[in-house]
């Protein structure tokens, strides 16, 4: 059976991409010996005013405050630690300014030290600080160093977009209540799950309100924002709140002649804090794993290393700055990556060490030296050109193609395929005309029935494959990193389809409402071409999902068309292609091959298209002796068409069966949830009623509304009534308070 007769048959099986999006689970997973470095500031800036006598005298106050340092867990339970190790940079203040008075600067009594402090059996905090006596302020902030981040574990996995409210106790500890009438509360919302510096980390929006006694003034404070919190460990690594302060309450202080003054003092302003906590170490128990990012699962083989990994294992790419340049007078050398670059630059019989460093998407800024001088450059990278510029003067350069391996007798051809771009006639070359060389002897092939029934395909000495199925793709691996994969199809969303209207227009509303951007959905995106096009379009996509899965970068070059076929698909294109491949996996550098595919590209609909690879591919040094017995291997696959026809039915039996499980179900727990609705609307209301009580009693206004114009304004809540009854002396029933629970 030849690869064109075998596409006409497994290019009927539709295999549609899926995303796995699962619920994430928040919770403290430390173990002894991590540690982690902090830096934390906190402003509050108020506009203030002392009544006494009948007198205002309006004042600004700036507070500040800076902590920096390094923790380490020494003890943990159930994965939150009980004992810390504290090192307090000797950077560590505070500071109080009012304004026009100066600046009063108060020293932070752990500043420079190391304090172990530890939960013992009865709950309480204790520390081992003996430089004399810690007042109860620093001492409370130094105990809640262990509560930091415990407020905003969630009690069950959530999704995106889903919220929960803090744990009240968790959140008093963090907050550092110690009055009676001291009250806090926390709500949280998962906003996305990213990849930050390798780590999977949830984004979770904080909003909190703070209701405490300090000093004799009472304090109320809402903040909103957003904490980054590292999944593998539940460790928080980055928060930044802001929002505002008010204060209220009487104050003493003495007269120059020693006699008692008592004067009112009110006070509204902003808050800030902002703290960084990044892992330095994450022992066992504490895993850093590399971010499984959702990825296109094949569906029906979930287990095919294809399915998580389109071209085959791998991770960093491949440097496209690095190569060499020249104009064929000048030339530059580089090597290096991640945007740190070095090499040589040689004019004539002169060569001078070069240094550069990425400074923008294509930008090189450098320096090279000659006679103990150096001398600066830019450079700036196109698509395998470069403008080098240094002393006034620019030289046009040109990257040195990659030398060519040997050309395989893959049969001549003469015109590029329909559909491909004459932009990429330089990447997606013609192959030329060889002569024929002589067939190889067939080697012996051992049968391999698929156990599912669906076929058998042969394999040769060193050759094995667990494949369950071929209704789907399966791979066929060689005894020295050769490879077949056979039937990968993905669906392919066009840049104007809904799915990718969408995702912009949520990053559109994102930005507008100067909201955190959505996490990207997981999808492959480009516009309908022909086979080779589309694959130097779609490998780079692939790639990157193959690194965010802990496999190697992948790269192509040097296509080839060797033949073109009919697709056997409405509107369809095929062709066979040859091409170099680059891979990079961690530890053992770049690894060369060479590949024969045959590749389809079929339109689905206006938003999507069909990407379909059967693929041959083995290292350059051995891929002229290895294609023989890969083709004979391909050559050798026979499908059971019966056998094919049963499982697609039964395929759509389960489905319709599962389809009218899940009708039943929901209807079921509509039913139930009908007679519960009401009751839950009821107590929800009443609920929202005690919380927008609680905020309005925070923030210290409430609204009063003009009936006439419509005009509403924040009156004092502890006064909001007395200004509504002389509002309304001359005109009764003109002006009404609105309470926060009403709007």
Known sequence: MSIRCLIGIVSSVVLVAQVHADPITLRPAMAPGMTWTFSQSQSAKSENKATMNGMTQPFTTINSGRRSGKIEVLQVEAGEPTSLRVTFGNDCDSSMEMVGQGRQSMPFPLAGKTVTISRVADGRVTDDFRDGQLDPQSQSELHGMLETGSAIYPKQPVDVGQEWDADP????????????????????????????????????????????????????????????????????????????????????????????MTYQVEGTGTMTIANTAPITNAPTGAPVPVVAAPRPVVEGNDDNPLAANPLGAAATPVDPLVGSYSDGKLKLDLTGGDGSYKGTVTLGSNTFPVTAKLTGGTKLDGSFTAGGNSFPFTATVGDNSMKFETGG??????????????????????????????????????????????????????????????????????????????????????????????????????????????????????????????????????????????????????????????????????IKLVQTLNSGMPNGQGAVLAYDVRKQTPGRGAQDFRALSNVQTTPLSHDAWMFYAIEAMAPTQTFDSDLPVMLQMLNSWKINEGAMAQKTRDNIDNSNRTFAAGQAAHRDRMAAFDSYNKSWADRQKSQDGSHADFIETIRGTRTVEDTRTGERRDADLGHSKDIVDTLNQPEPDRFREVPLRDQ
């Open 169 to 260: 106790q968790a959140v008093s500890r963090m907050m550092q209540l110690r009055n009676a009438n001291d009250r806090a509360g926390m709500r949280l919302k998962l906003l996305s799950v990213k990849d930050i510096d390798g780590r999977q980390t949830a984004e979770v929006k904080v909003s909190t309100a703070v209701e405490m006694e300090q000093n004799g003034l009472s304090i109320k404070t809402i903040l909103q924002g957003v904490a980054l919190v590292d999944i593998a460990t539940g460790h928080t690594v980055k928060t930044d709140l802001t929002g505002s302060i008010n204060t209220s309450g009487q104050q003493q202080n003495q007269t120059p002649d020693g006699n008692a």
């Open 393 to 558: 003067t620019l030289y046009s350069l040109k990257k040195a193609a990659k030398p060519v391996g040997p050309v395989n007798p893959l049969g001549p051809q003469s015109r590029r395929p329909a559909g491909v771009a004459a932009a990429n006639v330089a990447a997606v070359a013609v192959a030329p005309a060889q002569p024929e060389a002589p067939k190889p002897a067939p080697v012996a092939l051992r049968q391999y029935n698929f156990p599912d029934g669906t076929g058998s395909i042969g394999l040769a000495e060193g050759w094995t494959t667990d494949a369950a199925s071929c209704q789907s793709v399966f791979v066929v691996a060689g005894p020295g990193e050769q490879k077949l994969s056979v039937g990968f199809a993905i669906s392919v969303n066009t840049p104007d389809s809904q799915t990718v209207r969408m995702q912009r227009e949520m990053e559109q509303n994102a930005r507008q409402w100067g909201m955190a951007l959505p996490q990207t959905i997981p999808m492959i995106v480009a516009p309908y071409s022909a086979p080779a096009d589309a694959l130097q379009t779609l490998v780079p996509q692939f790639s990157q999902f193959s690194q965010r899965n802990g496999g190697p970068a992948t790269q192509v070059g040097n």
